[in-house]
Nanobody
Framework: QVQLVESGGGLVQAGGSLRLSCTHS????????SGWFRQAPGKEREFVAA????????RYADSVKGRFTISRDGAKNTVYLQMNSLKPEDTAVYYC?????????????????WGQGTRVTVSS
């Protein structure tokens, strides 16, 4: 059974940066596509970024393109989300997700495993 644990959230001022981490345990890390999603209060969970299991291909939501970078480290079984130029509208709980497969996936229904979430608050 795959378990995902996120860390790195916190409070930051607009324009600042944070790096989220998601550590995988169970399963073989390099067989899973990974994604980041977020959920703001009163809103549905939305796609942020995804990366293929080999780290070659990535996809981003238009709202974060050019500001966020997803990456993975096979030696550490960890997926990262580097968030720069943060805006108040980036405030949300951020979730890491994983599924077996070789493609990019950007819908919540396409992922089998989820972390507990880490809260990011961006003040204006």
């Amino acid at each position: 059974q795959v378990q995902l644990v996120e860390s790195g959230g916190g409070l930051v001022q607009a324009g600042g940066s944070l790096r989220l981490s998601c550590t995988h345990s169970g399963g073989t890390f390099n067989t899973y596509t990974s994604g980041w999603f977020r959920q703001a209060p009163g809103k549905e969970r939305e796609f942020v970024a995804a990366i293929t299991r080999n780290g070659v291909n990535t996809r981003y939501a238009d709202s974060v393109k050019g500001r966020f970078t997803i990456s993975r480290d096979g030696a550490k079984n960890t997926v990262y989300l580097q968030m720069n130029s943060l805006k108040p509208e980036d405030t949300a709980v951020y979730y890491c997700a994983a599924r077996l497969g070789t493609n990019i996936y950007s819908y919540t229904s396409q992922y089998d495993y989820w972390g507990q979430g880490t809260r990011v608050t961006v003040s204006s």
